[in-house]
């Protein structure tokens, strides 16, 4: 267990034989932390928390949301709260008023695409 907590410590950017829940003073761990919160788009949601916004901008429950993606209502509140956080919003209407434009800039980016462009070999 403790060769498991050391390797997550490394991998964090903490020296391995560090204790507490300090996060590192460089600036290089700071940058790797911003970076893993930025997540793997422009807006920092994934694709699943796109489609999650879509429907919750729709007007659909946590229930609804999960029935239709296969999910449970857990899992789309926990999406929704993940979306807040890493868009600093302070409340769920703050968080819908900027869905609306993230979701409506990521349409207008893909209009006339049906599909994602593929990358040629």
Not at 68 to 81: C, G, N, Q
Not at 100 to 110: G, W, Y
Request: charged share 20%; proline share 5%; with cysteine.
């Amino acid at each position: 267990m403790t060769t498991l907590l050391e390797c997550a410590r490394v991998l964090q950017g903490r020296p391995a034989g560090s204790t507490g829940g300090q996060r590192p003073a460089t600036a290089a761990g700071a940058t790797q932390v911003a970076d893993a919160n930025a997540g793997p788009t422009q807006q920092g949601l994934s694709d699943r928390e796109y489609e999650v916004a879509e429907l919750v901008l729709a007007g659909l429950t946590y229930r609804e949301i999960g029935d239709r993606l296969f999910i449970s209502a857990k899992t789309v509140e926990h999406h929704v709260a993940r979306m807040r956080n890493r868009l600093n919003c302070a409340n769920r209407a703050e968080l819908l008023a900027l869905l609306r434009t993230v979701v409506a800039d990521r349409a207008s980016n893909a209009a006339g695409q049906p599909w994602p462009q593929r990358s040629p070999r």
